[in-house]
């Protein structure tokens, strides 16, 4: 079983930056993609990030390109989610998601994913 615990979130304001952190406890997931998803209130939850395994391979929902970086420090057991220039539209509940078994996926499906954090919010203002 992987458990994920997500924290970091908070009120920021726009142009601003915040440190997501998503660390596994139960067993690790080191061995398997981790992404970020996030619910904007009144929308539906979106893809926002992944990371490979090993580190190598990344993605990107186009809407953050340049301004999240996802990276993971698996000695630590966590995946973390760096944002910078923050914007009103970034609000939203943020969780981070687990693969459990390794091979070809699509990366930003939700059903992908067996193992799922609680969320931490983000709230940017204008």
């Known amino acids: 079983q992987v458990q994920l615990v997500e924290s970091g979130g908070g009120l920021v304001q726009a142009g601003g930056s915040l440190r997501l952190s998503c660390t596994a406890s139960?067993?690790?997931?080191?061995?398997?993609?981790v992404a970020w998803f996030r619910q904007a209130p009144g929308k539906e939850r979106e893809f926002v990030t992944a990371?490979?395994?090993?580190?190598?391979?990344?993605f990107y929902v186009a809407s953050v390109k340049g301004r999240f970086t996802i990276s993971r420090d698996n000695a630590k057991n966590t995946v973390y989610l760096q944002m910078n220039s923050l914007k009103p539209e970034d609000t939203a509940v943020y969780y981070c998601?687990?693969?459990?078994?390794?091979?070809?996926?699509?990366?930003?499906?939700?059903?992908?994913?067996?193992?799922w954090g609680q969320g931490t919010q983000v709230t940017v203002s204008s």
């Open positions: 998601a687990s693969r459990t078994v390794t091979g070809t996926y699509n990366y930003n499906k939700e059903n992908e994913y067996a193992y």
């Open positions: 139960g067993r690790t997931f080191n061995g398997y993609t």
């Open positions: 990371i490979s395994s090993s580190g190598l391979s990344t």
